[in-house]
């Protein structure tokens, strides 16, 4: 009897053992222990849900990037530099320019007061312009005004000037671009000529001035050292007494400067 006894309070301290193990230590069960259902398991089986894509919109059309060169400056500079990259022939960086026989308007700032209502009015129709110019006192030559324009990467440039000759009854408008032959950048020609032909009908169409020629030169350094498509647009001519009288008012300038516009207009539209 007592020996059972023993037994009984053995077994109930095994027992007893036993809960307070289970207290003190409670079974975790992972669910990797759960059997799952073959629906579950497919779930589990499937890629996780992909990032958001941002989708980046871009518009339609950049602006076109024009380029104005206002011709010659308010003091020459008559060192020599190359016309063209590796030439060995040279001209003067930048000369002073032509000087109106009745006003004494100087074309340096005929030109420059072009270049800013150009300016203005290619910004009003919406291009980039970037300006080798804004003042008269600088001192830029004619391969660094080049320069800018390839940097800027221009679509187009644009040089102002305007004309002399011995002969005073000489007039009009005409615009000049290198030759197809040209040996610094003749794959431009069809470009250049194109911007020549376009800018010298707008401005003629918009001031109703004579209509002279394209010229096509090899010699002429802002055109040689350019990248890019360029032409040189003489506006008229300063020895001309009734066109100088026109070209000094402003009025006649923003003709000419709208008749530009127009004409870099024409330019884009038939290159698309």
């Known amino acids: 009897m007592k020996k059972k006894i023993v037994i009984f309070e053995l077994f109930f301290l095994f027992i007893l053992c036993l809960v307070l193990i289970a207290w003190n230590y409670?079974?975790?069960?992972?669910?990797?222990?759960?059997?799952q259902s073959e629906e579950s398991q497919n779930e589990n089986l499937q890629s996780p849900d992909p990032e958001p894509v941002i989708e980046v919109v871009y518009p339609e059309d950049e602006n076109h990037i024009v380029c104005i060169d206002a011709g010659h400056q308010q003091r020459a500079d008559m060192g020599k530099e190359p016309i063209g990259p590796g030439a060995t022939k040279t001209k003067a960086k930048v000369d002073g320019g032509t000087l109106g026989k009745s006003t004494g308007l100087t074309e340096y700032q005929?030109?420059?007061?072009?270049?800013?209502?150009l300016q203005s009015e290619l910004e009003d129709r919406g291009y980039t312009v970037v300006m080798v110019r804004t003042t008269n006192d600088v001192n830029i030559s004619n391969s660094q005004r080049a320069q800018i324009a390839n940097d800027a990467n221009a679509d187009a440039f644009v040089k102002?000037?305007?004309?002399?000759?011995?002969?005073?009854?000489v007039h009009g408008a005409s615009t000049i671009c290198q030759s197809e032959s040209n040996p610094y950048n003749g794959n431009l020609y069809e470009s250049s000529r194109k911007l020549a032909e376009c800018v010298l009908d707008g401005a003629v169409n918009a001031t109703g001035c004579k209509k002279r020629q394209i010229l096509e030169l090899d010699s002429m350094t802002g055109i040689n050292w350019s990248q890019v498509p360029t032409t040189i647009i003489e506006v008229g001519y300063l020895t001309n007494k009734a066109e100088e009288a026109k070209l000094a008012t402003a009025d006649y300038q923003q003709l000419i400067a709208r008749g530009i516009a127009d004409g870099i207009d024409e330019y884009f539209r038939t290159d698309e």
């Open 26 to 35: 409670p079974i975790t069960i992972s669910a990797d222990m759960v059997p």
């Open 110 to 117: 005929l030109n420059l007061d072009i270049a800013l209502k």
């Open 160 to 169: 102002i000037h305007a004309d002399g000759c011995d002969d005073s009854s």
